[in-house]
């Protein structure tokens, strides 16, 4: 079983910046890199919608629209973290920011899509204040 616990949240005016983490266990150091991780955020009445994805290598990287040029993902995988750092925050970014682990190992392309990822965590605020 794996657990995602998301870090990092919080309330930062318009502008700002904010770095997420997202911390994978139940899996070993040689596992965690083996695979995919995503983030997803959802505001209140809206579906959950990609913000971001890395190769298991993290060679490969994929952003959303909304935040292209303005977010970048890593991970360090001996840490078993993944991270957001999130720049020039718009009040429009204000939502639930989910982490999300895909566990076919090896993947050659980057998962975008909701129902590519097999664990979630349970998601941390941002608000962004205009």
């Known amino acids: 079983q794996v657990q995602l616990v998301e870090s990092g949240g919080g309330l930062v005016q318009a502008g700002g910046s904010l770095r997420l983490s997202c911390a994978a266990s139940?899996?070993?150091?040689?596992?965690?890199?083996?695979?995919?991780m995503g983030w997803f955020r959802q505001a209140p009445g809206k579906e959950r919608e990609f913000v971001a994805a890395?190769?298991?290598?993290?060679?490969?990287?994929y952003y959303g629209d909304s935040v292209k040029g303005r977010f970048t993902i890593s991970r360090d995988n001996a840490k078993n973290t993944v991270y957001l750092q999130m720049n020039s925050l718009k009040p429009e970014d204000t939502s639930v920011y989910y982490c999300?682990?895909?566990?076919?190992?090896?993947?050659?392309?980057?998962?975008?899509?909701?129902?590519?990822?097999?664990?979630w965590g349970q998601g941390t605020q941002v608000t962004v204040s205009s």
């Open positions: 139940g899996r070993t150091f040689s596992t965690f890199s083996s695979y995919a």
């Open positions: 890395i190769s298991w290598s993290g060679g490969k990287t």
């Open positions: 999300a682990s895909n566990n076919r190992a090896y993947l050659l392309r980057i998962p975008t899509i909701m129902g590519e990822y097999d664990y």
